[in-house]
């Protein structure tokens, strides 16, 4: 399905629950084909996963780069930490791992630096300028800082403390799911924190991504940022992984 200098790109998304992928045309960030989604195998290591992204390749017919995010620290396709996914992928090169698998090149990338780099090209953050965060609330918490476009990689913002204990232990999506927290309990939690990245980061905007970004309208109008500056969802939902990780690899292409 892949042409010389395509611009279409495979983007494949690994999560907690599902492993997603779906081509993408890396120069409008729009999926030319309906995203294929295969639940995250238990236990989730290199080998089960490797599986499930070959099988969405195949789906596809796809055989060129490819983009693929990871729920952890990753430098130069190296995993370095494992916070919800299955330890044994502690210094696995996924890149290298994956490539065997897949044939093309391929770039793996934080999940949470790959939805910013989305949203920075395609959505929410067109335009703007200055710090901007995304958070992205899920199974953990992600997080991707931008300064004028430019990303700083591997940030962890889900692992700052709240009241001794990680961010994303008391507010990711999950832990509100598990608690039966409501929108506006859980709204509380999190603007404390944001004004906590605030005391940190001054940033000019807060995008708030991930699984809970398509109930906006629920939380949204009980969150609060210190300095008045705007919180607003990101716009890909949960394509933005896909979309940031096919687009990144093209850059890397
Ligand atoms: C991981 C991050 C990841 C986030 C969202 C955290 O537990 O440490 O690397 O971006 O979850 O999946």
Known sequence: MRTPNSNIIL?????GTGIKGAPVNVKTGALTEERFRIETPHPADPH??????????????YKGPTGITFPAIVKNGIIHSASNVDKS???VDASKFFHRHLGGPVTVVNDADAAGIAEMRFGSGVGRHGVVILLTFGTGIGSAIFCDGVLLPNTEFGHLKI?????????????REKKNMSFKKWSGIVSGYLAELENLFSPELFLIGGGISKKADKFLPYLTAKTKIPIEAAKMQNDAGIIGAATLAKIRS
């Open 163 to 175: 009241r001794g204990k990680d961010a994303e232990l008391r507010a990711s999506e999950r832990i």
């Open 89 to 91: 992928w502690i210094n």
């Open 48 to 61: 089960a996963v490797t599986n499930v992204v070959a099988q969405i390749a195949k789906h596809f017919h």
């Open 11 to 15: 983007g494949i998304d690994i999560g």
